[in-house]
């Protein structure tokens, strides 16, 4: 079978192997589909060293079931989650979940990648092996990830009734962001981005104003036309660039949130006024991955409609010419969503 993975280079490879069999408890899935992830390309450009497994967005059918596997058939239209905390340390007992020190440790073989890949016992004990309801299309069940993640983030920072909220960077995950917070009662939600395609998906819905950041004050402008001066109660950094992170300690109210939400660029520092920040009480909250409950509750609204996702998905390239799909994604002038798509589809 056809599998993507890190070259030496850094380049996305496509090989060959032998496809991966059940042991006792695992499953096996062939891909319909899976997210590229801005981190699947920052791995590829060696900003973010990890054990090198590209993939984690991935929808397919049960293709087989290994000793002991209950409740699951073959043929399923499933969700797979790569990571799981273990549930029994100290952090997971304060409910830091996705903070878990062996979080990372559990994923997927080869990855999502794959025309076909193996699911780890201990990830389908804990529930990592989610079936998609008939409403939810291939499209949305590979964004219930990064749409997780918003949740497990917006969980973690709180969004009181009613919030101001801005969006700073509206790829894929910035736009889910923006289309939970208005699921979940937001009242104005604002948004920066300087590709037209995103700028686009996002005045289809879950976002009052978008702004190009390249105009001078068209953030800052924006806010304070929507609060009055005060600032919103929440920004949310949702790219890379550590310049952004001061821009949104500067748009928030006095006491409101910053969400680190984007994963930073490797070695990145915080360049922002500490005196302000402090005299204004500003929350700065680091937020990563997500969770079970959370990817479930995501689920639950797109299936009975109260969460409409799935056109984000702006391109479906197949996994034979992934190197295409890596290089769409990394061009945000193009795309907004790209998924791979295999043999389940
Ligand atoms: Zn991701
Ligand atoms: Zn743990």
Known sequence: MKYAHLGPEGHVVLSDRDPPTAGPGEVTVALAACGVCGTDLEKVRGNYRTAGILGHEPVGRIASLGAGVENLAI??????HHHVPCY?????????????????????????????????????DRGAVLPLAPSVDWDAGALLEPAGCALTAI??????????????GLGPVGLLYARLVR????????????????????????????????????????VERATGGQGVDLAVVATGHPSVVRSATEIVRRGGTVN??????????????????????????PTYATTEPDIAEVHRRVADGTLRI??????????????????????PEESVKVVVTGPAA
């Open 75 to 80: 043929g399923d239209r499933v969700f797979v």
């Open 88 to 124: 029994d340390c100290p952090v997971c007992a304060r409910g830091d979940y996705t903070f878990c020190p062996t979080y990372s440790r559990t994923n997927l073989d080869p990855g999502g990648f794959a025309e076909t890949f193996r699911v780890p016992k201990e990830n389908v």
């Open 155 to 168: 969980r973690r920072v709180g969004l009181p009734e009613g919030a101001t909220v801005f969006i700073l």
């Open 183 to 222: 699921a979940l009662g937001a009242g104005w939600v604002g948004g920066s981005e300087i590709a037209p395609p995103r700028r686009s998906a996002a005045e289809r819905g879950g976002i009052d104003v978008t702004v190009d950041p390249r105009e001078a004050g068209s953030i800052a402008g924006a």
């Open 260 to 285: 680190l939400f984007g994963l930073p660029e490797s070695g990145s520092r915080l360049d922002a006024d500490l005196q302000s920040i402090y005299l204004r009480g500003i929350r700065l909250v």
């Open 310 to 331: 799935s056109d984000l998905v702006s391109h479906r390239v197949p996994l034979e010419r992934i190197g295409e799909a890596f290089r769409l994604a990394g061009r």
